[in-house]
């Protein structure tokens, strides 16, 4: 059974980062479900956009997501880091670029002892 990792948003930006990851990582089957759609879920939360639930296909591997449910507030992403495997050196620098794009440097991409380019960047969604 694998580990997946599963992300949370504020003021309705699932939707958009998921997207953004599908367009920088590749991924395909975006699905997306509103809590307007939702069974079950209070009135008051069924009037905006927000998504009660999204994944995303990368590789071999999902990733899934929400937006916080509206009127609650939470540190999307703050402890927490996601992990992408590049196939190759070029991809990587891409790929964090792509990342870093209204982001934050955390670690500049560099040659390591356990990889030829590592980096890390905190989107502008919040992701690590």
Same mark, same amino acid.
């Given at each position: 059974m694998p580990t997946l990792p599963y992300l949370h948003f504020q003021n309705g930006q699932c939707e958009e980062a998921l997207t953004f990851y599908k367009e920088v990582f590749g991924g395909t089957d975006l699905h997306l479900m509103r809590y307007a759609e939702a069974p079950d879920v209070p009135d008051d939360w069924k009037s905006g956009p927000h998504v009660i639930h999204g994944e995303i296909t990368l590789g071999d591997g999902k990733l899934m997501a929400s937006d916080f449910p509206p009127g609650f507030e939470g540190d999307p992403q703050k402890a927490v880091s996601v992990m992408q495997s590049a196939p190759d050196v070029e991809t990587a620098h891409r790929w964090f670029d792509a990342l870093? &794009? #209204? +982001?934050?440097?955390?670690? #500049?991409?560099? &040659?390591? /002892? /356990?990889?030829? &380019? /590592? +980096?890390m960047v905190r989107d502008r969604y919040g992701t690590h």
């Open positions: 870093l &794009a #209204e +982001g934050d440097v955390i670690q #500049e991409m560099t &040659a390591s /002892f /356990f990889s030829p &380019a /590592f +980096g």
